[in-house]
Nanobody
């Protein structure tokens, strides 16, 4: 189970930090985790990924503004979002899978319920 928190409404240029807490994982299983987002009327898009080996990668649209990280306990994932823009407005979802290819393709085994981010100009 994945639960996201931290969404909200900010003005353009503002910051938010999203968090995703995972529970119910098998002991010792290493998961790749990531953030996706979906705006009304648009397709879901990749935002950032945190690989089980610690490597991180980002969509070009957020590179340099967003930072993905793992919390002190490996079951927590954060997304620090700085210099937010109106086009960042979307529902943000956390996802996880032991297979990165599945996660990348949007077919991760575990998904959160989403947290709304709204950026006003």
């Amino acid at each position: 189970q994945l639960v996201e928190t931290g969404g909200g409404s900010v003005q353009s240029g503002g910051s938010l930090t999203l968090s995703c807490v995972a529970s119910g994982y098998s002991d010792g299983t290493k998961y790749h985790m990531g953030w996706f987002r979906q705006a009304p009327g648009k397709e879901r898009e990749r935002v950032a990924f945190f690989h089980s080996d610690g490597y991180a990668n980002y969509a070009d649209s957020v590179k340099g503004r967003f930072t993905i990280s793992q919390g002190n306990s490996n079951n927590t994932l954060h997304l620090q979002m700085n210099n937010l823009k109106p086009e960042d407005t979307a529902m943000y979802f956390c996802a996880a899978d032991v297979r990165f290819g599945q996660l990348w393709a949007g077919l991760g085994s575990y998904w959160g319920q989403g947290t709304q981010v709204t950026v006003s100009s």
